[in-house]
């Protein structure tokens, strides 16, 4: 999906149990990977934020 500055967006995923990755990209650069856990019969709801900077590249963080 595409997100613009200043924008917020979500997107349901339906993943199967186990660890997963994501990752960013914006301007050409890429985030580092983030690896996060699929557990069975848990609620599975994760946010991340990123930023983009002309700096600093992509970031992206879990914030929950």
Known sequence: MKVKNNQTNSA??????????????????KSSL???EVVAGEDN???????????????LERTQ
Not at 12 to 29: A, C
Not at 45 to 59: K, Q
């Open 45 to 59: 709801t994760f946010t991340y934020h990123t930023e983009i900077s002309n700096i600093y590249g992509v970031s």
């Open 34 to 36: 983030v690896n996060f």
């Open 12 to 29: 349901e995923l339906y993943l199967s149990p186990g660890v997963h990755t994501i990752q960013t990209k914006g301007q050409g650069d």
